[in-house]
DNA sequence: AAAAAAGTTCGACGGGCGTCGTACTAAACT
DNA sequence: AGTTTAGTACGACGCCCGTCGAACTTTTTT
């Protein structure tokens, strides 16, 4: 091999074809960009009412981790359920030390859907 | 028994103790009343890319048979969708001669939930 | 260095969903 | 009366979803 690439380089290049993110510890949240939310998928995630019940704890207070919602269900069902808000491009999740501090996405969202989350905020805490 | 039932309707009451609406023509089609509406259960109906077009095609066109979507699935798939959504609330569907004319329960829904069902339709038109 | 804290990953399980085909019902049109 | 029209009812199939437990990673605390 003529190139400066060492062996640790090309093994990891080639395990990226595979497994593309691998280990870019920012990209390893990965969120939606805001043009590609898909109203179906929105609609899915807030159709939950546990993900409903997180999503309305977001609102009433940002940047919280996901440990301090108490919800009734393993850490696991947990890591899903906010998985399935962040993919859908409803909620951010950034890495802070040993915890995710997580944030409703409402300008992204406001941009692409005007009205919808207060709309389905507002139905929330109507029941 | 000093009450005036006749066996006739002792017969009908204790049958409608195993199945409910039985053989009254208007409730074959049984909707939610409109405080009974549970918010889950609409975004959950409206999540599926089918329904979310069958409720737009309603919002442009009031009073469609179920028929005239021309939807690419079989009419069991139809009549799934439909039901989905009239079990939701966000449809009614009343039985004319061969046909069920569908309709969007727009007053229902703005007053369970305010401005949830326009920002939807909203956002589908944009998508 | 060891333990604790906060999540993630993986495999598994049961139930529900979207889809289909076939059989059926009820009204409408020959 | 027979046929067409417009759906419904009932299984059945594969797939996805919500849930769990066990093992792991990473950062913080002791």
Same mark, same amino acid.
């Given at each position: 091999?003529?190139?400066?690439? #060492? ?6 290049? #080639?395990?990226?074809? @595979? ?64 998985? @399935?808000?962040?993919?859908?491009? @409803? ?7 040993? #915890? ?19 709309? @389905? ?7």
């Amino acid at each position: 091999m003529d190139t400066h690439v #060492t062996q640790g380089q090309a093994a990891a290049a #080639t395990a990226r074809l @595979v497994e593309p993110p691998a280990k870019l510890d920012e990209d390893k949240l990965c969120h939606p960009a805001s043009e590609e939310i898909e109203l179906a998928a929105v609609l899915h995630a807030l159709s939950d009412p546990m993900r409903l019940a997180i999503v309305a704890g977001l609102a009433a207070e940002d940047q919280r981790t996901c440990g301090s919602f108490n919800l009734p269900v393993t850490k696991s069902t947990c890591t899903h359920h906010f998985r @399935v808000l962040r993919e859908a491009g @409803v909620i951010r999740q950034q890495l802070e030390g040993t #915890t995710r501090l997580n944030s409703l996405r409402r300008a992204d969202l406001d941009a692409r859907f005007p009205g919808l989350l207060d709309s @389905v905020l507002e139905a929330a805490a109507r029941a």
